[in-house]
């Protein structure tokens, strides 16, 4: 058997980032004020960088040090947890009480399934006994509106914390969980022949004054900085600026280049790369400030019915559909949306939370929308509907839906199967 030598070319692509590439990746998914710390270490760092105090606005945050040294502020966790302890409750409720307590996010909304809190507790509890806990007790701390899963239900409950009239309370029931109506002003034409004008009226300035995120209060003030604000104009545009307050605005120490530019003092080659540091870091600053609010700005324009208080409903969006609209990645939307907050009207939202995905892919439909239409159909059915049923149902409208997504969100809102029921 003759052995032979043959040489072959192969072509292969392959994607290398390079460590300014990482670095500026890096960047993009910092908060405000680890972007803001990380500048200042940069300042003290390099020579060539210097702050433009000419034009930096004043704020009572710019010590760094004071910041990093201000006590630890009382936590929305912990004071949860206190009023656990002032009220009469199970070890049982007690412990599931606590799992919630942990899970929720910093605006004080429970975004995770109750069936992850059952998974983190070992199965040890059944979901129903799960939402026992989080309807009965959760709900009932302070700050109202803690525990919900949506922005609707946070509204819900600090409605009924503030023990407004029963015929109000059903009046905002009907307005925020009816998916027939897309805004308050299509509710209102709808509830009109109903009821009275001014319950209307009354009710819908209340869902207005309500608290988006009820936990962020009791975040410590150095961690929530939002990077952009919503500035309305008299013609009732939302109009998204950045935030300059506290940005510290760095810049190139031009004098000192030319010194180290200038052959007669023979620079080394370590200075020279300083130099090329700190122009990058400026542009790469600027264009992770210029994504920020290129992403806030397109979020609130999709989202400017329920941020200017026209509806209670989020629009579907994703971040895939951010990105082909922005023509940039799906992931430098993901790494933008990380810790960023929008100070809104309604108060500091983060970016992420005014997101919705839909759950059918030839119609937007939010999980929330969804779960209404299956409460409304179960409600009103005359013989009880199997999942595939509701399903055949809703696809005849348009959902195009698997029986097992409509499975998935009758749990969620906890309704029994058509055999149970």
Request: charge should be neutral; glycine fraction near 2%; proline fraction near 3%.
């Amino acid at each position: 058997m003759a052995i032979k030598l043959v040489r072959e070319f192969k072509q292969n692509q392959q994607l290398s980032i390079t460590p300014q590439l990482k670095k500026s990746i890096d960047l993009l998914q910092l908060s405000r004020l680890e972007i803001i710390n990380k500048i200042n270490n940069e300042i003290e760092e390099n020579p060539f960088l210097k702050k433009d105090f000419d034009n930096e606005s004043t704020s009572r945050f710019d010590d760094m040090d004071l910041l990093e040294n201000l006590p630890n502020e009382l936590t929305l966790q912990d004071h949860l947890e206190s009023q656990l302890h002032d009220i009469k409750v199970s070890d049982t409720e007690k412990k599931i009480a606590l799992v919630i307590i942990q899970s929720l996010e910093e605006n004080g909304l429970l975004q995770i399934d109750l069936d992850e809190i059952e998974e983190l507790m070992d199965y040890a509890y059944s979901i129903q006994e799960i939402k026992n806990v989080l309807n009965n007790i959760i709900h009932d701390l302070e700050p109202a509106g803690v525990g919900a899963r949506n922005f609707k239900e946070t509204i819900f409950i600090q409605l009924k914390k503030q023990k407004i009239p029963v015929e109000e309370l059903e009046i905002a029931n009907r307005i925020l969980f009816n998916p027939q109506f897309s805004s308050f002003e299509d509710a209102k034409a709808h509830l009109a022949t109903h009821c009275s004008e001014d319950a209307i009226e009354s009710v819908l300035e209340k869902i207005k004054q309500c608290d988006l995120s009820p936990g962020l209060e009791f975040e410590s003030t150095h961690i929530i900085q939002p990077d952009l604000e919503i500035i309305p104009d008299n013609n009732q545009n939302l109009n998204v600026e950045f935030k300059q307050d506290n940005f510290p605005l760095i810049s190139l120490d031009e004098d000192l280049e030319k010194l180290v530019k200038n052959k007669k003092n023979g620079a080394s080659k370590e200075l020279k790369e300083k130099i090329g540091e700190a122009k990058w870091l400026i542009r790469a600053i600027n264009k992770r400030n210029e994504t920020v609010q290129n992403v806030g700005t397109l979020i609130c324009k999709i989202q400017a019915d329920f941020l200017s208080n026209k509806s209670a409903e989020l629009k579907p969006v994703s971040n895939i559909e951010l990105a082909k609209e922005l023509k940039i990645s799906a992931s430098t939307v993901s790494r933008i949306l990380r810790s960023k907050y929008i100070q809104t009207p309604k108060g500091a939202v983060s970016m992420k939370s005014l997101l919705a995905s839909s759950v059918s892919k030839t119609r937007k439909v939010t999980p929330m929308q969804l779960m209404e239409e299956i409460k409304k159909i179960v409600a009103g059915e005359r013989k009880k509907l199997s999942d595939q049923k509701i399903s055949d149902l809703l696809n005849k409208r348009g959902f195009n839906l698997a029986r097992r997504t409509i499975s998935k969100y009758r749990k969620k809102i906890n309704l029994p199967s058509s055999r149970n029921r």
